[in-house]
């Protein structure tokens, strides 16, 4: 369901709420599933009206749903049983017991009995367990505490145990300000006008053809509710807004089952697995998926609203009756060109047998891992041509096998890989055979394999195996030729879930998760899809796949998208995107020859493109277009239906071809990543370059019994090379280019080659993501008190919020740390600090600006409206000045009169203001773009400006003359002259300068002559998007856009650590796309700085306990640049930090 959609649902119970009818507020909450009242809850369970406690609960959860809605039901169930045996009212008691609690005794039957023995005592109190209870109204408080805490614990309620913050009378707000709009509109407006209908749109009647005078902003529905008055809603407590979640993956396709289902499953599993979390709900309110076309707001059939929430329909374009359009577009733009398809064979490998499937390793680009019509397993190093490993097939333990897998092998030996794959971190690897049984394999980044798991997994063949993450929890998932899908413990091999509802073989599984939901996609060879979540409930899709026969499933990269390709038995090929909400096809893309020879293979790339082999060619489609794209032939000698795999980052291709090889295509990156390969050469003396680049094996995923990595064998250590991508492209390269100016080039050709330690998991360091209920905006600005002991964000929605370490025994001087979480403080008003915004331009898309006062006892901020002094003590607006136009962009104090400040503006002017006196004292003119960045340095007498026109501009504090003026240096291969926000920022020895731009950080002296420049290459690749020195002045914090966290070494620019970002966010959701938009450092502690994101959060991280500072030291060498002397008494906190 769309957001304005949820949040209509919102205004409407207020609106309920305030006209007192309470009756229907509690019936919406029920019928929505948007918001539990836990106050109506409380009420009800304490006056004891079991029913309506269940009815309301039902439009939430159901008892199956999962172990804490079982636990909810059976705790009520429990209690008005024991209210019946207390009233010794037998009949009721035995009532309840058939009806109400026997559900439970499928799940605990010992349990069961035992309550059924109540009925026999006297009194229930003489069982041991019950002798504590009291009487009605305290055990009714006892078992209310309970529910609490398991409803918190649920995660079908998650999100729902709050209502948004928001103005009293807002809908009346909203039809008060569109009736406004429409009387402005009419054509003879009434001074007056007399509004009696809402059904219609108003309109004046005219008047003897005179037409009046335009009307006052005056209310013409009743009043307007003052600004910033949050009054009590009932039941509903301010709390923080609802986020809209995400499309439900299959949610769509669940809303009209099948009447044959569902099937039976047989599971074997623990308590924790038997449930995936939240699955009720995923299928209770399927949800409009945020890619569909449009959004509907029908004011006027609540009816009609109510039931598109439960169908999850979506129309093609609507209207809000408020006239106000509102449409989204499907899926976003993506700049890519059909140069970015691979399409030059680069390598060509021999395998020696028929390969039957293949896959790229999921972080070494360039390794390939592929399986044989005879059963073998290879890896390839494409890079180097070289197969680090070959595996003939062979079962593991013979004894352990199954008779029927005995006797089959003994009657036909022959055995075939039908699928292999790579784990999800690459530390394993699973083959799927043609009888019977799957291998793990635990993979060495040094190219070896180690017996892991060898599974007895179906009856007959293997068809498919895939990997997935149920309750965080490594799993296999299999399918065969006995019609089962079945899930395995990736640790012990052990039986998770069987799921059986097939009635052909199974040809395919494709696992995934979307809003945290678990589920299976599996097709049979008769053409039939299911889906699955993790539990005993059977399968909640039958569909028929086109072509009715084998079909293969894929997500896009980002899993927003979902494909499947097939043939027929006549040959006929299928590729289509799904419609997720609905379960239909959404695109059929041509292309296929008539009768294609064989089962056509198809795989993914960048979300854009999709390739399948096809008529002994390899064939292209841009996933928004039906039509082909392009078509390749790999210069000949493949098969009619070559097999195909991407690697991850789209480069290379790897095709099957005739005579047992395989041929690798690429694009421009491809190619330049191989020829770094071949140029590396390898420094035997210097050990295993970046070994900390390469995740250690089955970390965390297959638990201790294999977590001991393979020690790296001495004649294999060029395996162990750093990991290539399209992003992490050898030093040796991007340290050719030429820079602009000589004394910069010279310096560049003299620094070498150097190892830095790079961070790719949470164990590496301590990181802390804060804690913020309200709603999520992007950071925007990001800074640490000058005392260091909170940390103060301004958010795009021009709301502040501020975090206070408390002291206590672990952090006795209540400095902020990774190690302690703060807290979100809050004024006892409740009011947040907010700034004043410009009606005619959103927040979100305004320039936003913070400066903190030396003290910490005010702080000075705006976000497109007027500016705002905040006091921090009680963050009330002290006063407001400079309104738009022009809007503030940059602020910064005057290092020797807090009264005066330097107010960039979005009109490229520089405004030095007096506070105490309200007077602008003087206009800076010298940009061409609006001001993105001020510095001022008290040792050189000077304020150095920055702007949108990425042009640098030193003034004189004294009389405010422009001293010199030049653009920032083009780092080589870009061209001149640049633009884009530029931030600048000095060092504590107030004379050398950081200017930050999105391509390149640079040091420059106070004549703006540039001494070092770094541009993005490497491992760190993206645009940079904000950078900071630390506190001490020896290093540089650089966030980059695709999540990443550089370190750097002040003198020489070189690179100290790297920080992945799925090391401080989590891997499970680093690929979110969430970057650093600011960074700030720490005003006293130089190892720790904190990260605004651009989804809203805050995370603070420092190195780890074994490491006290961020990477090694650094190698010294000859020709090394001057140290910048750092001045510890000089380590003011910016006001600012810089920012993309």
């Known amino acids: 369901m769309s957001s304005l959609s949820r949040e209509l649902v919102f205004l409407i119970l207020q609106f309920l709420d305030e006209e007192k009818f309470k009756d229907t507020v509690h019936k919406l909450e029920h019928e929505s599933g948007f918001y539990f009242n836990m106050k109506y809850f409380d009420e009800l369970v304490q006056a004891g009206e079991w029913d309506e406690v269940e009815r309301y609960l039902c439009g939430f959860t159901k008892v199956e749903d999962n172990r804490y809605s079982m636990k909810i039901f059976f705790e009520i169930r429990k209690q008005k049983y024991l209210e019946a045996l207390d009233r010794n009212d037998r009949p009721k008691a035995v009532d309840i017991l058939v009806k109400d609690l026997k559900v439970f005794s499928s799940f605990n039957e010992d349990l069961f009995k035992e309550i059924t023995q109540l009925l026999a005592l006297d009194n229930f109190r003489q069982n041991e367990q019950l002798s504590k209870y009291g009487d009605t109204k305290s055990a009714r408080s006892i078992m209310l505490v309970e529910l609490k805490k398991l409803i918190e614990a649920n995660p079908l309620f998650r999100e729902k145990l709050a209502f948004p913050t928001f103005k009293a009378s807002r809908l009346r707000t909203l039809i008060n300000q569109s009736l406004n709009w429409q009387h402005q509109l009419c054509k003879n407006p009434r001074p007056n006008p007399d509004i009696k209908t809402l059904f219609i749109d108003h309109t004046c009647a005219s008047s003897n053809g005179a037409r009046a005078p335009p009307p006052a902003n005056s209310p013409l529905a009743g009043p307007v509710p003052k600004a910033g008055v949050f009054p009590p809603l009932g039941g509903h407590n301010p709390f923080q807004p609802i986020v809209s979640p995400s499309a439900s993956a299959i949610a769509g396709w669940m809303s009209s089952p099948n009447p044959s289902m569902p099937h039976a499953a047989v599971a074997s599993a623990p308590p924790g697995l038997v449930q995936s979390p939240g699955a009720a709900a995923f299928l209770k309110h399927p949800r409009t998926p945020p890619g569909g076309p449009g959004l509907e707001y029908q004011m006027g059939d609540s009816e009609h609203l109510m039931k598109r929430m439960r169908t999850g329909q979506s129309d093609e374009f609507d209207t809000l009756n408020f006239g106000m359009q509102v449409s989204f577009s499907g899926h976003p733009p993506h700049m890519y060109s059909t140069d970015d398809l691979p399409k030059a064979v680069v390598r060509i490998l021999n395998q020696g047998s028929n390969v039957m499937s293949m896959d790229f390793h999921p972080q070494q680009q360039t390794v390939l ?56 971190d690459g530390s394993i690897l699973g083959v799927a055979f043609s009888k019977h049984i799957v291998q793990i394999y635990a993979y060495n980044p040094a190219g070896e394999l180690r017996q892991h798991l060898e599974i007895d997994a179906h009856i007959g063949g293997v068809n498919d195996i895939a990997f997935s993450h149920p309750n965080k929890q490594l799993c296999i998932v299999t399918c065969g030729d006995d019609k089962t899908i079945k899930v395995w413990d990736a640790v012990s091999g052990r039986r998770q879930f069987i799921f059986e509802g097939h009635e052909a073989p199974v040809y395919s599984v494709c696992p995934h998760f979307k809003e945290n939901i678990q589920f299976i996609f599996s097709t049979a060879i008769d053409g039939k899809i299911k889906a699955w979540l993790y539990d005993c409930l059977g399968s909640r899709v039958d569909y028929d796949a086109p072509g ?72 292209f489609w841009d996933m928004d277009n039906n039509n082909i794209l392009t078509v390749i032939d790999a210069e000949g000698g493949l098969p009619a239906s070559p097999r195909l795999r991407f690697n991850k980052e789209g480069s290379l291709l790897a095709v099957t071809a005739n005579e047992n090889a395989i041929k690798v295509i690429a694009n421009s990156d491809g190619q330049r990543m191989l020829r770094m390969l071949e140029g590396r050469a390898f420094d035997s003396s210097r050990g295993f370059p970046e070994a900390v680049n390469i995740k250690p094996p089955f970390s965390g995923s297959l638990g201790p019994n294999v977590s001991n990595p393979i020690q790296p064998v001495l004649d294999h250590s060029e395996r162990m090379q750093t990991p290539l991508s399209i992003g992490n492209l050898a030093a040796a390269e991007s340290s050719k280019m030429a820079d602009t100016k000589p004394k910069i080039l010279e310096n560049a050709d003299k620094m070498i080659a150097w190892k830095f330690p790079d961070v790719t998991e949470s164990t590496q360091l301590r990181a802390i993501r804060l804690p913020d209920p309200l709603s999520a905006s992007k950071v925007v600005r990001l800074i640490y008190t000058n005392s260091g002991l909170a940390l103060l964000a301004l958010a795009s929605n021009a709301v502040h919020k501020l975090w206070k370490w408390q002291r206590s025994e672990r952090n006795p001087s209540g400095k902020s740390t990774a190690s302690i979480m703060p807290q979100l403080w809050q004024p006892s008003s409740g009011a947040p600090m907010s700034n004043d915004i410009n009606e005619a331009k959103p927040a979100e898309e305004s320039a936003a600006c913070i400066a903190l006062s030396k003290n910490d006892s005010y702080v000075m901020s705006a976000s497109g409206g007027k500016v705002s002094l905040f006091n921090m003590m009680t963050f009330k607006v002290m006063t407001t000045f400079m309104p738009p136009p022009p809007a503030a962009t940059y602020l910064a104090f005057h290092p020797q009169d807090n009264n005066v400040i330097a107010i960039g503006m979005d009109d490229s002017t520089i405004q030095i203001y ?20 001020l510095a001022f340095s008290q040792a050189l007498n000077v304020l150095v400006s920055s702007g949108s026109d990425a042009q640098l501009c030193v003034w004189n504090i004294d009389g405010w003359e422009k001293r010199i003026a030049r653009p920032i240096q083009t780092p080589s291969g870009q061209s001149a002259p640049l633009a884009g926000d530029t931030r600048v920022q000095f060092h504590n020895d107030q004379t050398h300068l950081l200017v930050v731009h999105e391509s390149q950080i640079g040091i420059y002296d106070s004549q703006l002559e540039c001494l070092r420049l770094w541009s993005p290459r490497d491992s760190l690749s993206a645009a940079i998007s904000s950078a900071i020195y630390s506190c001490d002045g020896l290093l540089i914090f650089v966030g980059f856009s695709d999540g990443a966290i550089g370190i750097f070494d002040v003198d020489g620019l070189r690179l100290r650590c790297r920080i992945a970002s799925s090391a401080y966010i989590g891997s499970s959701i680093s690929s979110s796309g969430a970057f650093p938009v600011v960074i700030a450092a720490h005003p006293t502690d130089s190892n720790q700085f904190a990260l605004g994101m651009s989804d809203g959060s805050v995370h603070v991280i420092e190195p780890s306990d074994g490491e006290p500072k961020w990477g090694g030291p650094v190698p010294q060498e000859n020709g090394s640049l001057p140290t910048i002397p750092s001045n510890s008494a000089l380590n003011s906190q910016p006001s600012e930090t810089p920012s993309r």
């Open 914 to 933: 007096n506070v105490r006196v309200d007077e602008v004292k003087i206009k800076l003119k010298g940009h061409q773009k609006p001001i993105t960045g």
């Open 548 to 619: 009715h026969w084998c079909t293969t499933m894929a997500y896009s990269a980002d899993g927003t998208r979902l494909f499947s390709c097939g043939t027929s038995k006549e040959g006929e090929s299928h590729l289509v995107e799904w419609n997720e909400s609905e379960g239909a096809i959404k695109r059929t893309y041509s292309g296929f020859r008539k009768r294609s020879l064989g089962v056509v293979q198809f795989d993914t790339t960048r979300n854009r493109f999709l390739a399948a082999g096809d008529e002994f060619q390899i064939k």
């Open 369 to 424: 891992l592929v399986g044989t019509n005879v059963g073998d397993i290879s890896i390839w190093e494409v890079g180097s041509r070289e197969r680090l490993v070959h595996k003939t097939f062979k079962v593991w333990d013979l004894s352990a096998c199954s008779m029927p897998l005995q006797t089959n092998l003994v009657k036909d030996a022959t055995i075939s890989v039908n699928r292999c794959i790579w784990g999800p």
